[in-house]
């Protein structure tokens, strides 16, 4: 695995490699790696000759207030997680790299789907995710770009601006990975102590519970969900919400569909998670 901190030395090495009919898997994350990173480390090696990986803490996408200052930086043991996969590149660049003084261009996907759900509590966010993931995307060129669908919203926003922008990628989005509990996987869930993290697992199980009884037509959508939320508001801190979706759209819906997606996101502590399920009657 060779380290690549400047985006040209990265630019021009990933070149070579296309002229010798290389095709590239890309892997975006800001470390603090867990399996879930690694499923998508290894779908990119499966899928392409050569596997890049970044890892980059995009100060842009954090608001004023949230985690930016404290989110883990732990570049050693994200190397030695790294080295179970088979990574080639690891892209490393600084702040200062990535937005350099005089920085003024941003990519802001417009519309209902970037302000519902994270959008609406986390203004600015998607605008930063989708800046950085755009710049990365041009400094590693034509690609398959994976990412975790943890994550739902954040891969919905993606897909959207590269085929709005028409940029060279395409867009795969691999399962969560979860712990044997069920919790999702998350660079975030080592903020929780162990009281906290037994508590967590109430998100899961609201998902799935709502999942398998929506599958089991055992009420209506509104009043499955309001049992979601109740049951949730016992377990954790705050509900910040809990919304069933359109898959692509991400519009709020009111009446089963045939394929949905439910979507929350819980603070536990000071620790905000969030997780989602797919929900299927095909
Ligand atoms: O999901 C993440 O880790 C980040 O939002 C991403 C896609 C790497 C952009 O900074």
Do not use: W
């Not at 490393?92 to 970037?114: F, K, L």
């Not at 069920?182 to 906290?196: D, F, I, Q, T, V």
């Amino acid at each position: 695995m060779k380290v690549v901190r400047s985006p040209r030395q990265l630019q021009r090495i990933l070149e070579e490699e296309r002229l010798r009919k290389r095709t590239v898997g890309f892997v975006p994350t800001m470390g603090a790696l867990h399996e879930g990173h690694l499923s998508l480390v290894k779908a990119a090696d499966r899928e392409n000759d050569i596997t890049v990986v970044s890892i980059f803490v995009n100060p842009t996408q954090f608001g004023p207030g949230e985690d930016y200052a404290k989110y883990p930086r732990v570049l050693g043991a994200d190397k030695r997680l790294l080295g179970k996969g088979k990574v080639d590149y690891l892209f490393c660049p600084s702040v200062r790299d990535i937005y350099p003084p005089g920085h003024a261009t941003c990519v802001t996907v417009d519309g209902a789907m970037a302000r519902v759900l994270c959008g609406k509590f986390r203004p600015g966010h998607f605008q930063g995710v989708a800046t950085v993931v755009a710049k990365l995307l041009n400094i590693v060129g034509p690609c398959r770009l994976y990412l975790g669908a943890k994550d739902y919203q954040q891969a919905a926003i993606i897909r959207r601006f590269v085929e709005d922008l028409n940029m060279n990628a395409r867009v795969r989005v691999m399962p969560t990975v979860r712990e044997k509990d069920g919790l999702a996987m998350s660079s975030r869930n080592r903020y929780l102590g162990p009281a906290e993290r037994r508590r967590a697992l109430a998100l899961s199980r609201a998902l799935f519970e709502l999942r398998r009884d929506i599958l089991g037509k055992k009420g209506t959508l509104a009043f499955l969900k309001a049992r979601a939320v109740r049951k949730l508001k016992d377990a954790v801190d705050r509900v910040q919400y809990f919304e069933i979706v359109d898959p692509v759209t991400l519009a709020p819906l009111k009446m089963v569909r045939r394929e949905m997606v439910a979507l929350t996101a819980c603070f536990v502590g000071k620790t905000r998670l969030i997780d989602n399920v797919i929900i299927s009657l095909r």
